[in-house]
Nanobody, 126 residues
C-alpha cells in the first residue's frame, strides 16, 4: 500500500521559515509527481507546488513563487517544501499527494492525484 507521511509542521512567527517533509514508501511505479496542497479552515484546498520524480521539473502556484521551494531526495524517497517569509495567511494543513499518472510537474489542477498523506499543521502567528 502506498504511503505518504508528512512532517515538519508547527507554530512559527510571521517572517519565519519551516521545512516540510513528505516521506514516500511502497511505491511500485518508477515515475510519478509529488505535490503539496494546503487547506485553511473554511477555505477550499489549494495547490502549492509539485515536483517530477525523474525529470525534477517543478511547478509553483503563483502566490507561492519566491517564498516556497520544493525539492526531492530520491535516494530517501522524500520530498521537501521549504517555506520562507511565512505569513499568517499561510496557516493551513499541508498535505502531500502522489500522482502515478503524471511524470512532469505542471498546473496542479490538471494532474490526477491519488494517494494522500494525513497532513501536517502549519500555524503562522502575527
Amino acid at each position: 500500500e502506498v504511503q505518504l507521511v508528512e512532517s515538519g509542521g508547527g507554530l512559527v512567527q510571521a517572517g519565519g521559515s519551516l521545512r516540510l517533509s513528505c516521506a514516500a514508501s511502497e511505491f511500485t511505479f518508477d515515475d510519478y509527481v509529488i505535490g503539496w496542497f494546503r487547506q485553511a479552515p473554511g477555505k477550499e484546498r489549494e495547490g502549492v507546488s509539485c515536483i517530477g520524480y525523474k525529470d525534477g521539473s517543478t511547478y509553483y502556484t503563483d502566490s507561492m513563487k519566491g517564498r516556497f521551494t520544493i525539492s526531492s531526495d530520491n535516494a530517501k524517497n522524500t520530498v521537501y517544501l521549504q517555506m520562507n517569509s511565512l505569513k499568517p495567511e499561510d496557516t493551513a494543513v499541508y498535505y502531500c499527494v502522489a500522482s502515478f499518472f503524471a511524470t512532469t510537474a505542471q498546473t496542479m489542477g490538471v494532474i490526477p492525484w491519488g494517494s494522500w498523506g494525513q497532513g501536517t499543521q502549519v500555524t503562522v502567528s502575527s
